[in-house]
């Protein structure tokens, strides 16, 4: 079977979309998020995804299904708030590794099952990582701007746990993603090494994605795209690229930029454009493929999907639409001044 190197140097990628979207399609109530295991629980529990991989798992394989029958390679696990750190919301910090495991075990029987009907279109899980509700270079209190709600060897620690789980579900990638701090995304990265460092297991490829809050060009800690991709590059990344915030038409510059100085792969999955006045998503799947189409005949892409407002729909017409375009070749950037 090809490996996951392999299909990046032949095509485009292609990821899939929103989990959160397709989730509120199913319209679940408090009662749906509990269970029977957590039927009593004492906390509201309705609104914490993640959970649903153990009371719903039915749903997470699913969406995670509809995503590979309209074409995506790479499926995430419905784990983006799967640490410690994140479940403490819902006083469910215990159940972090747990989750991690249920989720990639769910993905990972779907890929399977889609890459045995066709072996020559391998499909592959990235165990979603995400940026936690905790930040490590912003404090939460405007008037004490030194405050720090959480320290970085709590936030290794909590994302160590979430990798372990992950690997043991059975996931092909990490993926680090809807990056706004870079500090999170080092203690991330530093996880990741600090893993296999310590297990000895083979190492799984790393992509890392972050997010463009505003026409700024920053990330909401404050980093320019450049000054970010320079601060992650020592992680050796499969790929780097964007996701959230903003929609396609918006990231464009953003994507052209990191096109133009990323030695490794570059993703993209935007939103379905920008969320209207109740919060939905608006732009239609034709559109926003139109978009991606541009990114990849401009050369800026090796791999895409969506983010928020995304569905299977976004990602077919996507598929669609790239098939036939050259994946962006990999320029040869100089590692000194010169």
């Known amino acids: 079977m090809k490996s996951l190197a392999d299909c990046a140097r032949e095509r485009i990628l292609i990821i899939d979309g929103a989990m959160g ?29 993640d959970l649903l991989s153990l009371t719903k798992p039915e749903v997470i394989s699913a969406i995670h299904e509809e995503y590979l029958l309209s074409g995506a390679d790479i499926i995430e696990t419905n784990t983006f708030s799967s640490t410690t750190i994140a479940q403490a919301d819902y006083d469910l910090q215990e159940l972090a590794y747990e989750l ?64 372990a789980g992950l690997v043991e579900g059975g996931v092909d990638i990490l993926l680090i993603e809807t990056i706004f701090d870079t500090l999170n ?73 990191l096109s133009r100085i990323a030695s490794c792969y570059v993703s993209c999955y935007p939103n379905a454009g920008l969320p209207n006045a109740f919060g939905g998503y608006d732009e239609e799947p034709e559109y926003t493929a139109h978009i991606i189409e541009d990114f990849a005949r401009s050369g800026f892409v090796n791999i895409v999907g969506g983010c928020c407002g995304t569905t299977p729909d976004h990602i077919r017409h996507m598929a669609e639409h790239v098939k036939t375009i050259p994946t962006r070749q990999l320029p040869v950037v100089a590692d000194a001044l010169v």
């Open 185 to 257: 995304c080092k203690a991330a990265i530093f996880a990741v090494k600090q893993y296999f460092r310590t297990t000895g297991k083979k190492e799984l490829p790393i992509m890392i994605s972050g997010t463009i809050t505003d026409a700024s060009g920053r990330t909401l800690s404050g980093q320019t795209l450049e000054a970010f991709y320079i601060s992650v590059m020592h992680a050796r990344p499969f790929s780097v690229g964007l996701n959230c915030a903003l929609g396609g038409e918006q990231m464009r510059p953003h994507l052209e930029e």
């Open 21 to 49: 979207t397709m989730i509120q399609r199913y319209n679940l109530e408090e009662a749906d998020y509990r269970g029977e295991r957590f039927a009593n629980y004492p906390s509201d529990l309705k609104g914490n995804n």
């Open 100 to 163: 991690n495991v249920a989720s990639a075990r769910l993905a990972k029987a779907a890929a399977l099952k889609f890459t045995a009907q066709n072996p020559d279109k391998p499909r592959f899980v990235a165990g979603a990582i995400g940026p936690m509700n905790k930040t490590l270079s912003l404090s939460p209190d405007v008037n004490d701007p030194g405050f720090r709600s959480v320290t970085f060897d709590e936030v290794v620690v909590a994302y160590h746990e979430q990798i």
